[in-house]
């Protein structure tokens, strides 16, 4: 059963960087495509972008406007999001998350069946 574990949030400047990892196990990550996601209070989750399973391509939300970039070490069943220039809008519990099926990631939080328990972000002025 495919278990996926958020890390390497916390507190930044308006500016700063941030790196979260997402760790698979359990089952093999080249069989998924994993989903990054955010959700700020009292706003729906949102999706960010997303690593395709195969291909390894990848989509990004319009809205990040390239401050965002998701990589994957396979040996390490670990994708990444490294985030830069981040405001305090990006202040959110961000996620991961896995889908099963063969194909070109979506951005849709419908497709994805399992989810990581989040790791806040959180960025001060």
């Known amino acids: 059963q495919l278990q996926l574990a958020e890390s390497g949030g916390g507190l930044v400047q308006t500016g700063g960087s941030l790196k979260l990892s997402c760790v698979a196990s359990?089952?093999?990550?080249?069989?998924?495509?994993i989903g990054w996601f955010r959700q700020a209070p009292g706003k729906a989750r949102e999706a960010i972008g997303c690593?395709?399973?195969?291909?390894?391509?990848?989509k990004y939300g319009a809205s990040d406007e390239g401050r965002f970039t998701i990589t994957k070490a396979l040996l390490k069943s670990t994708v990444y999001i490294e985030m830069s220039n981040l405001k305090p809008a990006d202040t959110a519990v961000y996620y991961c998350a896995a889908d099963d099926e063969f194909g070109e990631c979506a951005l849709r939080e419908d497709q994805y069946e399992y989810w990581g328990r989040g790791s806040q972000v959180t960025v001060s002025s």
């Open positions: 690593i395709s399973n195969r291909s390894n391509g990848r």
């Open positions: 359990g089952a093999a990550l080249a069989d998924y495509s």
